[in-house]
């Protein structure tokens, strides 16, 4: 099983990034997935999920209006799409998989976003 998230990097502040997990190794379409993050000296916290389908996504209110789960169940591929970016926003972001029917979880290895001028 491997979760590989890309898309990571520095950016100024009102910027954007898209960022992408991989999954491979599981039935990626009976899985639910989600993007949490992690800021320097903070808990892991939830930032978007969305379902199997892709028909119900769910966002922390900080991301709200600015982020945009979305997947690709024929490549296997779960992306957040990150606008109008904050320096509140520097963490790694981390890729999760949830079974929809086990709840067994695979976490990928997280990807740096750093907003700063």
């Known amino acids: 099983v491997q979760l590989v998230e890309s898309g990571g990097g520095l950016v100024q502040p009102g910027g954007s990034l898209k960022l992408s997990c991989a999954a491979s190794g599981f039935t990626f379409s009976r899985f639910s997935m989600s993007w949490y993050r992690q800021a320097p000296g903070k808990g892991r916290e939830l930032v978007a999920a969305?379902?199997?389908?892709?028909?119900?996504?769910n966002y922390a209110d900080s991301v709200k209006g600015r982020f945009t789960i979305s997947r690709d169940n024929a490549k296997n591929t779960v992306y957040l799409q990150m606008n109008s970016l904050k320096p509140e926003d520097t963490a790694v972001y981390y890729c999760?998989?949830?079974?929809?029917?086990?709840?067994?979880?695979?976490w990928g290895q997280g990807t740096q976003v750093t907003v700063s001028s």
């Open positions: 969305i379902t199997s389908t892709g028909g119900t996504t």
């Open positions: 999760n998989a949830r079974n929809t029917v086990t709840g067994r979880l695979y």
